[in-house]
């Protein structure tokens, strides 16, 4: 199994079982940006109950790690379950849709893109995918979310929307860090 | 929290030019075969290193270093 491989499976997982997901993350960083090794599929969801027949389904123990207890305590704690190809070690993080303002502005800005020619995904809009790794720097110091943030700027430059970063940026208590970023590509000057 | 200009790395102008000017689906191509470029040089590596070792260990060890121990 390789990554697109996996990226088809559980987007054509969820679209079957009409489950509302973004894929965001460091894929969805690529797509915009900069094209870096990365393991994960990271996928925001809206999954629930009634939806675990189909995913338990969709991804037969023989050949993937995924758990029911797993994924019924990630619901109730609106955390995140994994889907793991033991073979590749090849992830899924399936992160449970909360709702709140941010995730419901990016669920309505979500981007469907052709990641390959035989499928189309959900992807968070370039902007989203900024403001959740500025979110993610600021919980764990690591620098690739960084380093995927200018990419995106270098790469999609004038497609993206500046003001709508700046304005989440400050809802979300992460100015001090869009400061730095957009001061390191040169666009405070 | 470090935000200094050591900590922010930025993409060479060159490059990002380079990829400016590829699809969507060509980016993320380029990333997935960093994955499977990986796959099979780490496979090589094991193969040679340990030719003792069958397919399906060959595999577990080579998933288990992609996935950073996850596996």
């Known amino acids: ?189 | 929290m470090r935000l200094d200009a050591g900590q922010i790395e930025v993409i060479d102008d060159v490059m990002a030019e380079v990829l400016r000017h590829k699809t969507p689906a060509e980016r993320l191509g380029i990333g997935f075969s960093l994955w499977v470029s990986a796959y099979k040089m780490l496979m090589t590596h094991l193969e040679k290193t340990h030719p003792e070792w069958d397919t399906l260990r060959l595999q577990k060890e080579v998933a288990r270093r992609l996935s950073h121990g996850a596996v």
């Not at chain 1, 027949?53 to 994994?82: H, T, V």
């Open chain 1, 1 to 189: 199994m390789e990554p697109y491989e996996l990226l088809q499976d559980i987007v054509v997982t969820l679209e079957d079982l009409q489950i509302p997901y973004i894929v965001t993350g460091s894929v969805a960083a690529m797509v915009y940006g900069e094209p870096r090794l990365t393991n994960d599929i990271d996928i925001v969801a809206a999954v629930e109950e009634k939806h675990i027949p189909g995913l338990l389904a969709a991804f037969p123990p023989e050949e993937f790690y995924i758990s029911e207890d797993m994924i019924r305590d990630a619901i109730r704690r609106k955390g995140q379950f994994n889907i793991i190809h033991p073979a590749s070690g090849l992830k899924v993080d399936i992160i449970i849709k909360v709702d709140t303002p941010f995730n419901t502005s990016r669920f309505t800005r979500l981007k469907r893109i052709y990641p390959s020619d035989s499928f189309q995904a959900n992807f968070a809009a370039p902007e989203d995918v900024i403001i959740k790794k500025m979110e993610y720097y600021r919980e764990g110091s690591s620098e690739k979310h960084l380093r995927d943030i200018t990419g995106i700027l270098k790469v999609s430059r004038d497609e993206i929307d500046y003001g709508y970063i700046s304005e989440w940026a400050e809802r979300l208590g992460l100015a001090e860090i869009w400061k730095a970023v957009m001061d390191r590509i040169g666009r405070n000057k």
